[in-house]
């Protein structure tokens, strides 16, 4: 009979990693070891951030509002990193945490909410994103953290970007024919994609983003995606094209 082999709990530390460091865990990730995942001493927890990569921890002690542990290897777990943002117009609530979430799983480096004239919600909350982003990093074996830019306009946001990033937006009139399979994906290492409010954009917002030399059209088919599907669907093109660039 095969034994089962428990799944790895990882964790992300903005501590400074290396070998035998000794860490101590703040009271909201002691609560999750201690009474989510039932951690005991000497349990092995695998602790990453961007810097340091991902090191193996044993735990050495655990108190009521602190845990402590010893690093004692470094871990194989590595991470392709995807040079790819998402842009996003706020939807609410549930929606914007599965984006924030799937986002994360699909490697996106930055994300960007921004307000458009249709957006049906007009704040955020920065904290929460990152708490998501955090989680789904620990889970998805990512070593980094998608950074959350602060909420902007989208005129802000065009207005004050890179104009060596492309940015792919869905264009639900556009014929078919050109979609992200289509297009040179030399033009796109460096990509970003742009995801619409539900009901898209007005029609002075899509003859805005026409006027930008670095911003593309494309269709994502015949159907009208939501948002939250739109994120994934532009998400998982892009880390094929990329993926497919990287290796030919």
């Known amino acids: 009979m095969k034994t089962k082999v428990k799944n790895v709990i990882r964790l992300y530390c903005n501590q400074k990693l290396s070998l035998n460091n000794i860490i101590v865990l703040n009271k909201a990730d002691t609560h999750y070891l201690?009474?989510?995942?039932?951690?005991?001493?000497n349990d092995h927890i695998n602790l990453f951030n961007e810097n340091d990569k991902e090191f193996c921890s044993k735990i050495l002690e655990i108190k009521k509002y602190e845990t402590i542990l010893e690093i004692f290897e470094l871990s194989t777990n590595t991470e392709i990193i995807n040079d790819i943002f998402l842009i996003f117009s706020l939807v609410k609530k549930n929606k914007m945490d599965f984006i924030i979430q799937k986002a994360t799983e699909l490697g996106v480096k930055k994300?960007?909410?921004?307000?458009?004239?249709?957006?049906?919600?007009?704040?955020?909350?920065?904290?929460?994103?990152?708490?998501?982003?955090?989680e789904a990093s620990e889970q998805s074996k990512?070593?980094?953290?998608?950074e959350i830019n602060k909420l902007l306009t989208i005129h802000e946001l065009l207005e004050k970007w890179d104009e060596k990033r492309t940015?792919?937006?869905?264009?639900?009139?556009?014929?078919?024919?050109?979609?992200?399979?289509?297009?040179?994906?030399?033009?796109?290492?460096?990509?970003?994609?742009?995801?619409?409010?539900?009901?898209?954009?007005?029609?002075e917002e899509n003859d805005m983003l026409k006027t930008y030399k670095y911003v593309f059209p494309i269709s994502f088919g015949e159907t009208i995606l939501r948002s939250?599907?739109?994120?994934?669907?532009?998400?998982?093109?892009?880390?094929?094209?990329n993926s497919n660039y990287k290796i030919n």
């Open 34 to 41: 201690k009474n989510v995942m039932r951690c005991k001493k």
């Open 111 to 134: 994300i960007f909410p921004i307000l458009t004239e249709r957006s049906s919600v007009r704040k955020i909350n920065t904290s929460r994103m990152l708490a998501i982003a955090k």
């Open 142 to 146: 990512r070593i980094s953290i998608p």
């Open 167 to 203: 940015i792919l937006y869905a264009d639900e009139i556009l014929k078919i024919s050109k979609n992200l399979t289509t297009l040179n994906r030399k033009n796109f290492v460096k990509s970003s994609l742009l995801v619409g409010p539900e009901g898209g954009f007005s029609a």
């Open 228 to 241: 939250d599907t739109a994120a994934i669907v532009g998400l998982s093109y892009l880390n094929i094209i």
